[in-house]
């Protein structure tokens, strides 16, 4: 057994599960999304639970981070529904799908933090357009973001001058800016020493817990899966192979849930 | 033999036909799609411009940015062309005895053509290339998407700012061109054959009127709208990492350019339709 099966799994993970009655906040149903004769996202259904973070696994160009842009309405999907606080995206227009955006952060895999601000000026973005906030207000709300990713002596910082692991904590930073119920975050800890990408962790579960927020996570580290997810969603060419607990993955003797696990350990 | 050859000479002038045809029909295709797609962002781009939020504070920026930085560029291209005009003109002019008409002749020239179509130029290159790499960059590193996923219409904050900027740019940016070259059109007039500043002017503009200067400067504003509007188009469908940031930016210089100077021909038609 790998190193990582044996840290232990978040006490939380069966939470959601346990309590049917808990109310979804983001749930697919049979969505399908194609580019060309490629199907990337063949049926996939899933629900998240205010409060729940599910852990979305998969090998690369499994649609992955295209779940997370079918359900933030950057991409459209070809056929299913997708439905935010009971909302079907679909039907919406420009202007009430950015009322859904307002409630979700979307931390990006490189961050993208926008290349001409500074770090103090990309988490104010979004409160600058989407809130009354004075701008003394603004800059307390940007230096309590900035505390809890513990990024305080980067305000004046350039995304040009800071590095990869910095701009994650800023990215997740300007994602919380709002205070969303969804938390939606790409690839969190790629790229990442493991020092790094286990503080990345601990920020993500501390942030978690703060908000009760209902958090996506795509990932291809299981480690970190079994850190901050209660639930994992394992895919396999754009379908989803197996869902459940981190034990109940492991556990499984499907020969690709299997050989998923030998190969991340 | 001599049949079998001829059959299959036939044969390959087919397939190159075949071949060429299926090129044009691709091509065509491609141009299509490509209007039709510009027709779609000039669509989002009319829509964003008239809603609320208006981002004033950013249009200042791109004002800024492609107003005041294109100015010493352009004031150079202004000049030199002023001074290119009082030489050859000189020359031309004095085949004719007619070494007078040198101050009407280059003030003519300036503001009715050289002018203008050397700042669309010019602002094609400089403010093409930038945008294009700029939204280029942006969109392969996902800086687009994360303002979309904020909420925010990327077509306002970048498209509609950059293209009004532009629209607002280009006419104050042909005046200084103008006025350079007129300028250097008399240093280099009057070092040939001393004239002073205020007899240059006073000749130079005596048939002039207010339509002269107008039109060809308002002109402009349409290169500034063919300008900013192909390049954020350009910039915001990149694709292919770095190496389709190179290609959108290449693009955006060619095909504004391009549009540029087929606008200023159908203009210079259009203006002297309008104000003969």
């Given at each position: 057994?790998?190193?990582?099966?044996?840290?232990?799994?978040?006490?939380?993970?069966?939470?959601a599960n346990?309590n049917p009655a808990a109310e979804s906040v983001v749930a697919l149903r049979d969505v399908h999304k194609s580019y060309?004769?490629?199907k990337v996202v063949d049926g996939i259904s899933l629900t998240v639970n205010r409060g729940e973070t599910l852990a979305v696994l998969g090998?690369?160009?499994t649609g992955k981070s295209v779940l997370l842009r079918l359900i933030i309405g950057l991409q459209k999907p070809d056929s299913g529904s997708i439905a935010i606080h009971g909302q079907e995206t679909a039907s919406l227009g420009?202007?009430q799908m950015?009322?859904l955006r307002?409630k979700m952060?979307?931390?990006?895999?490189?961050?993208?933090?926008?290349?001409?601000?500074?770090?103090?000026?990309?988490?104010?973005?979004?409160?600058?357009?989407?809130?009354?906030?004075?701008?003394?207000?603004?800059?307390?709300?940007?230096?309590?973001?900035?505390?809890?990713?513990?990024?305080?002596?980067?305000?004046?910082?350039?995304?040009?001058?800071?590095?990869?692991?910095?701009?994650?904590?800023?990215?997740?930073?300007?994602?919380?800016?709002?205070?969303?119920d969804i938390l939606l975050?790409?690839?969190?800890?790629?790229?990442?020493?493991?020092?790094?990408?286990?503080?990345?962790?601990?920020?993500?579960?501390?942030?978690?817990?703060?908000?009760?927020?209902a958090s996506i996570v795509v990932?291809?580290?299981?480690?970190?899966?079994?850190?901050?997810a209660d639930r994992i969603a394992l895919l396999d060419k754009g379908k989803v192979a197996i869902e459940g607990?981190?034990?109940?993955?492991?556990?499984?003797?499907?020969?690709?849930?299997?050989?998923?696990?030998?190969?991340?350990? | 033999?001599?049949?079998?050859?001829?059959?299959?000479?036939?044969?390959?002038?087919?397939?190159?036909?075949?071949?060429?045809?299926?090129?044009?029909?691709?091509?065509?295709?491609?141009?299509?799609?490509?209007?039709?797609?510009?027709?779609?962002?000039?669509?989002?781009?009319?829509?964003?411009?008239?809603?609320?939020?208006?981002?004033?504070?950013?249009?200042?920026?791109?004002?800024?940015?492609?107003?005041?930085?294109?100015?010493?560029?352009?004031?150079?291209?202004?000049?030199?062309?002023?001074?290119?005009?009082?030489?050859?003109?000189?020359?031309?002019?004095?085949?004719?005895?007619?070494?007078?008409?040198?101050?009407?002749?280059?003030?003519?020239?300036?503001?009715?053509?050289?002018?203008?179509?050397?700042?669309?130029?010019?602002?094609?290159?400089?403010?093409?290339?930038?945008?294009?790499?700029?939204?280029?960059?942006?969109?392969?590193?996902?800086?687009?998407?994360?303002?979309?996923?904020?909420?925010?219409?990327?077509?306002?904050?970048?498209?509609?700012?950059?293209?009004?900027?532009?629209?607002?740019?280009?006419?104050?940016?042909?005046?200084?061109?103008?006025?350079?070259?007129?300028?250097?059109?008399?240093?280099?007039?009057?070092?040939?054959?001393?004239?002073?500043?205020?007899?240059?002017?006073?000749?130079?503009?005596?048939?002039?009127?207010?339509?002269?200067?107008?039109?060809?400067?308002?002109?402009?504003?349409?290169?500034?709208?063919?300008?900013?509007?192909?390049?954020?188009?350009?910039?915001?469908?990149?694709?292919?990492?770095?190496?389709?940031?190179?290609?959108?930016?290449?693009?955006?210089?060619?095909?504004?350019?391009?549009?540029?100077?087929?606008?200023?021909?159908?203009?210079?038609?259009?203006?002297?339709?309008?104000?003969?």
């Amino acid at each position: 057994m790998s190193q990582s099966i044996l840290i232990p799994a978040r006490e939380s993970n069966d939470r959601a599960n346990a309590n049917p009655a808990a109310e979804s906040v983001v749930a697919l149903r049979d969505v399908h999304k194609s580019y060309g004769a490629q199907k990337v996202v063949d049926g996939i259904s899933l629900t998240v639970n205010r409060g729940e973070t599910l852990a979305v696994l998969g090998r690369s160009g499994t649609g992955k981070s295209v779940l997370l842009r079918l359900i933030i309405g950057l991409q459209k999907p070809d056929s299913g529904s997708i439905a935010i606080h009971g909302q079907e995206t679909a039907s919406l227009g420009l202007d009430q799908m950015n009322l859904l955006r307002v409630k979700m952060g979307f931390l990006f895999q490189q961050a993208a933090l926008y290349d001409s601000l500074t770090v103090e000026q990309n988490i104010s973005f979004p409160l600058e357009r989407h809130t009354n906030m004075s701008k003394a207000e603004r800059a307390g709300r940007v230096k309590e973001l900035l505390a809890s990713v513990g990024m305080e002596s980067a305000l004046d910082k350039m995304p040009s001058d800071i590095s990869g692991g910095m701009k994650k904590r800023v990215g997740l930073a300007r994602a919380l800016a709002l205070r969303p119920d969804i938390l939606l975050l790409d690839e969190p800890t790629a790229g990442l020493d493991p020092i790094t990408s286990g503080e990345i962790d601990e920020l993500i579960l501390k942030l978690q817990e703060e908000n009760n927020m209902a958090s996506i996570v795509v990932t291809h580290d299981l480690l970190s899966a079994k850190t901050i997810a209660d639930r994992i969603a394992l895919l396999d060419k754009g379908k989803v192979a197996i869902e459940g607990s981190f034990e109940d993955l492991a556990a499984s003797k499907d020969e690709f849930v299997t050989e998923f696990f030998k190969r991340d350990s | 033999m001599q049949v079998k050859s001829s059959l299959q000479a036939r044969e390959s002038v087919l397939f190159v036909m075949q071949s060429a045809s299926t090129a044009n029909v691709s091509t065509l295709n491609r141009s299509l799609e490509w209007f039709g797609d510009l027709g779609t962002f000039s669509w989002n781009v009319i829509r964003a411009s008239v809603t609320k939020p208006f981002e004033f504070r950013e249009i200042v920026r791109q004002l800024d940015e492609i107003g005041s930085k294109s100015l010493p560029l352009v004031a150079c291209a202004g000049a030199a062309v002023g001074a290119v005009l009082a030489l050859e003109s000189r020359h031309s002019l004095a085949r004719f005895g007619a070494t007078s008409m040198l101050p009407a002749a280059i003030v003519f020239s300036v503001i009715h053509e050289m002018g203008p179509v050397v700042t669309g130029l010019v602002v094609a290159g400089r403010v093409g290339a930038g945008i294009g790499a700029e939204l280029g960059s942006m969109k392969v590193t996902e800086q687009i998407d994360a303002i979309e996923a904020s909420a925010v219409n990327p077509f306002k904050l970048l498209a509609v700012t950059r293209i009004l900027a532009c629209i607002i740019a280009l006419p104050l940016l042909t005046l200084a061109a103008d006025f350079f070259g007129v300028l250097t059109g008399w240093v280099a007039a009057t070092l040939v054959d001393p004239i002073t500043l205020h007899r240059f002017v006073m000749k130079g503009f005596a048939g002039a009127s207010f339509s002269d200067f107008l039109a060809p400067t308002f002109r402009t504003a349409v290169f500034g709208l063919i300008i900013g509007l192909v390049a954020c188009f350009q910039g915001m469908r990149t694709e292919g990492g770095t190496e389709g940031v190179g290609r959108s930016t290449t693009s955006a210089v060619v095909l504004s350019s391009l549009f540029v100077i087929l606008a200023d021909v159908v203009l210079v038609k259009l203006i002297l339709v309008l104000f003969p």
